[in-house]
C-alpha cells in the first residue's frame, strides 16, 4: 500500500533563505508525483507535475525533483519571501491506478519579513 | 481552461439535519471528479471519485453519499449530519488518466 509522507511537518524561514521541502513514497510504481500549494482556508493551487520519466520540473522560483528508484522527491524554493508562506502537499498517482492520488500530510511554511 | 464552482461557500447546519453541496465544472469534458474533505489539522480525506455519470466509487464507509447527474456536475449529500461531518469539503477534477489535480475553492461545513 503506497503511503507518502513529508518532512518537515512545518518550518518557520527569514525571508531570502532557499529552502527544501520533503516528500517519499513507499512505492516506486508511479505515474507521477504533483506538488500543490493550499493557503489557509483556500483550495489547492497545482504547482508542479513530474511524469515517472522525468527527473524534475521548474517553475518560476519552484525547482522539484523525482528520484523514482529511492521514492523521494524535493521541492526547492529559492530567494524565499512572505508571499510562499503556505502548506505545501505532494502525492502521488500509483500505477495501475491512475484515478485517485495518494496524500502527504503537507509541510506548514512561514516566511518571516 | 477549467473552472470549478462549489457552493455554498460555507454552512453551518445542526445535528441530524440534511446536506447537499454542489460542484460544477466548466471547461472540459468527460473529467474525473473528486470530494475531499479535510478536517481540522488533518490531511486531505478522498471521500468519493466518479469516473462518467452515474458513476460513484466509495473510499470511506460513512454517512455521506454522492451522485453525478452530469458530466459536470457532482454532489455531494447526507440524510442525517453527524458532529464528526464538520470540515472542509473540496471538489477536484482530473483529466482522463494521471493528469493534473485541479481544485474548487471548497465549503467550510460546520455542524452543530
Known amino acids: 500500500k503506497q503511503e507518502v509522507t513529508q518532512i518537515p511537518a512545518a518550518l518557520s524561514v527569514p525571508e531570502g533563505e532557499n529552502l527544501v521541502l520533503n516528500c517519499s513514497f513507499t512505492d516506486s510504481a508511479i505515474y507521477n508525483l504533483q506538488w500543490f500549494r493550499q493557503d489557509p482556508g483556500k483550495g489547492l493551487t497545482s504547482l508542479l507535475l513530474?511524469?515517472?520519466s522525468q527527473r524534475e520540473q521548474t517553475s518560476g522560483r519552484l525547482n522539484a525533483s523525482l528520484d523514482k528508484s529511492s521514492g523521494r522527491s524535493t521541492l526547492y524554493i529559492a530567494a524565499s519571501q512572505p508571499g510562499d508562506s503556505a502548506t505545501y502537499l505532494c502525492a502521488v498517482f500509483n500505477a495501475g491506478n491512475n484515478r485517485k492520488l495518494i496524500w502527504g500530510l503537507g509541510t506548514s511554511l512561514a516566511v518571516n519579513p | 481552461s477549467q473552472t470549478i464552482h462549489q457552493w455554498p461557500a460555507t454552512l453551518v447546519q445542526p445535528v441530524g439535519s440534511p446536506l447537499s453541496l454542489e460542484c460544477t465544472v466548466e471547461g472540459t469534458s468527460n473529467p474525473n471528479l473528486y470530494w475531499y474533505r479535510q478536517a481540522a489539522g488533518r490531511g486531505l480525506q478522498l471521500l468519493f471519485y466518479s469516473v462518467g455519470i452515474g458513476q460513484i466509487s466509495s473510499e470511506v464507509p460513512q454517512n455521506l453519499s454522492a451522485s453525478r447527474p452530469q458530466d459536470r456536475q457532482f454532489i455531494l449529500s447526507s440524510k442525517k449530519l453527524l458532529l464528526s461531518d464538520s470540515g472542509f469539503y473540496l471538489c477536484?477534477?482530473?483529466?482522463?488518466?494521471?493528469?493534473?489535480?485541479?481544485f474548487g475553492p471548497g465549503t467550510r461545513l460546520t455542524v452543530l
Open positions: 477536484a477534477l482530473t483529466g482522463r488518466g494521471a493528469d493534473t489535480q485541479y
Open positions: 513530474i511524469q515517472s
